[in-house]
């Protein structure tokens, strides 16, 4: 079946066999894991094609090489995996502009060694980091009328169940809120409108799910099977929690509709398993549907609880509690075996759950949905509008907004691409309905694929990212740790074409795509921005207050207001730095050797940075960002006295 684009929908014999992934598929999953060190590529074992073979044929002429000096059409945001940051490339060159640090110290910035990032955080009563490691996967933005607004986007750290929002008219992160009762926060989406007030048609919500079922609350062991998971909301602006849902089994990934009415998140334990081999021992799992309104009614009703020592509303949203539809927050969709991924249509009309396990991906309109929670529709389940078999070790699914669904195939090392309404033909019985459109090997294991403006009214089907997590023999041999491979694919035409490989750091997850224009940055602060910008060079000098010194100094090319400044070992030492260079790209950086400093200051920004004076001696502060001819003599002297 590699790249075999005539197996059609009607081809039904050649997956009978493959209908399920049981233990021998599993074995197969295990086998492509390992297949990394034969020559061979994993599992289905396509050939590495070459990257970019027939692009100068296709008529598109999508082109991921621009020209020196040329700029990139698109944004992409990408999850830093590890590294705790998001980072921000230019599409389709695959050029990374820039990486904004949330969760983990950042040594460019000085994030988490300015107060005010250490602030934004969080830290321990001593002052230290409470956390310095992150693992971010889901990245989504602000809505506006089914497009992005350009205002936020927000990042998940799945290690400490953090999210991070990010200005994005700065690129910062600017706020970061720990969700109380909850490991292993997942899938993470914004609201596109509210399900009530149709003047509020942007995001003012952002749904969190939670993956892993702890004791509620955390306190000593108990019986696994009475672990239990929440599924959040987090207020846009505040960034507080809203309120929580305790649920059955798990969240994994988070879709929206466009109505403002519904989210989801698809499960792969509703076993409530504590062992793999629990959480895959049913044939079908769920996607969970969240009736936002009336979840918030419960909650405005005084129909919640509280765990421990949060004050965050926890309504039931358990099955024996939500039993009938004309009250019921939550609904339970049956998908097969441990779902991952659920995707919402720039149509608006449908959820796609891809199969992971289940070589299908399931359909589901979400009016039928909403007729269930109405009373009108007695079966939840025929809600499901297809679900079809299309490729093994389906993962996410991406959208073209001409009626095609671009799906990973994570043991197959393809994509998949299926029409949607084909699909749900042929699941109504029209067995002549041909929903496979293509089928591209990828280079290899795909997890996130998404598409320039994909889940938004505005999808346009111009370009396709993939990140592949298993780059093999794409690029040079580094050691033991393999680059991961993001490749751009242009999905324009009839037939996908890859454009380009990209080797990215580990381990990307999911990102957005959207068109340059949709966000306005800008270049330069205001000074009004921080309480304790120093405005005038002439406000420059030490204050001292017993043993607690304040250092105020401003940057100017290419010197600093102070040429040099006293303190006495053992103080507590805090140097505020306003950066009065108001011209574009003109930032400076502050370093104190041995004193565990180094930040920078961009245009009209103040930050600052507390520590103890060391050992009496001289210390020549210098500036660590090239800003001038006189870069290498823009320095100052801190004498530490006895
Ligand atoms: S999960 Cu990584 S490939 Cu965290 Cu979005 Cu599917
Ligand atoms: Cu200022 Cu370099
Ligand atoms: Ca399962």
Redesign the pocket.
């Known amino acids: 079946m590699k790249n075999d684009s005539t197996l059609s929908g009607n081809d039904t014999t050649a997956w009978g066999r493959r209908r399920f992934l049981n233990t021998a598929a599993l074995t197969g999953l295990t086998l492509g894991a390992a297949a990394c060190t034969d020559k061979q590529p994993a599992a289905s074992g396509p050939t590495a094609a070459p990257a970019v073979a027939s692009n100068a044929a296709h008529a598109s002429g999508n082109d991921t090489h621009l020209k020196p000096g040329e700029l990139d059409t698109y944004y992409g945001l990408w999850s830093g995996g590890h590294t705790g940051d998001m980072r921000v490339l230019g599409l389709p060159s695959g050029r990374e502009l820039l990486r904004i640090p949330c969760f983990v110290p950042d040594a460019l910035v000085g994030w988490g060694h300015t107060n005010e990032s250490k602030a934004i955080m969080g830290t321990k009563p001593n002052g230290a980091l409470r956390y310095t490691v992150g693992d971010t996967?889901?990245t989504h933005a602000s809505y506006k009328d089914g497009n992005y607004d350009g205002r936020y986007a927000w990042i998940n750290d799945k290690i400490n169940s953090r999210i991070a929002r990010i200005r994005l008219d700065y690129f910062i992160c600017d706020k970061i809120t720990q969700l109380p009762n909850v490991q292993g926060f997942?899938g993470i989406f914004p609201d596109k409108r509210d399900p009530v007030d149709p003047a509020i048609n942007y995001t003012t919500r952002v749904f969190c799910g939670g993956e892993f079922g702890i004791p509620l609350p955390n306190a000593g062991i108990e019986d696994a099977d009475t672990y239990r998971s929440l599924f959040s909301c987090v207020d846009a602006e505040t960034m507080e929690v809203r309120w929580q849902v305790l649920i059955d089994g798990n969240c994994d990934?988070v879709a929206t509709s466009y109505d403002g009415k519904l989210a989801a998140s698809n499960q792969y334990n509703t076993e409530m398993g504590a062992k793999y081999e629990d959480m895959m021992s049913a044939e079908r799992d769920a996607c969970i549907f969240f009736n936002i309104a009336r979840i918030e009614e419960a909650v405005k009703a005084g129909k919640f609880k509280t765990i421990g020592s949060s004050k965050v509303p926890v309504v039931d949203g358990t099955h024996a509690a939500n039993k009938d539809p004309k009250t019921a927050l939550t609904a339970h969709v049956s998908v097969p075996k441990n779902p991952?991924?659920v995707n919402a249509s720039p149509d608006q009309k449908y959820f796609i759950c891809a199969g992971k396990l289940s070589p299908t991906a399931t359909v589901i309109e979400l009016a039928k949905v909403l007729e269930w929670f109405d009373g009108t529709r007695e079966d939840l389940d025929s809600s499901i509008v297809a679900e079809v078999e299309i490729g093994l070790g389906p993962?996410?699914t991406a959208f073209d907004g001409r009626g095609n669904a671009y799906t990973t195939l994570f043991l197959d090392s393809q994509i998949v691409k299926w029409n949607v309404d084909a699909a749900i033909k042929f699941h109504a019985g029209d067995k002549n309905a041909k929903y496979v459109v293509d089928r591209l090997d990828v280079q290899y294991q795909p997890?996130?694929i998404n598409g320039s403006q994909s889940e938004t009214v505005a999808a346009d089907g111009k370009y396709l990212a993939v990140?592949c997590k298993f780059s093999k023999d794409r690029f040079l041999p580094v050691g033991p740790l393999h680059a991961e491979n993001e490749q751009i694919i242009d999905m324009s035409g009839e037939k996908m074409v890859l454009l380009a490989d990209h080797p990215v750091r580990g381990e990307p997850?999911?990102f957005i795509i959207f068109k340059r224009d949709l966000v306005k940055p800008k270049q330069v602060y205001d000074l009004d921005d921080f309480p304790n910008a120093i405005k005038d060079p002439k406000e420059s000098g030490v204050f001292r207050n017993g043993k607690k010194v304040t250092v105020k100094m401003t940057s100017q090319a290419p010197a600093f207001s102070l040429r040099e400044f006293k303190v006495k070992k053992g103080d507590e030492v805090t140097l505020i730095l306003t950066n009065l260079d108001k011209i574009e790209d003109l930032t400076h950086g502050f370093a104190i050797p041995n004193h565990d400093v180094n930040f920078i200051v961009n245009p009209l920004e103040t930050a600052s940075v507390t520590f103890t004076a060391g050992e009496p001696g001289v210390y020549w502060c210098y500036c660590t960002h090239f800003c001038h001819a006189l870069h290498l003599e823009m320095r100052t002297r801190m004498i530490v006295e006895a």
């Open positions: 996967h889901h997942h990934l991952h991924g993962l996410h997890g996130h990140g997850h999911d």
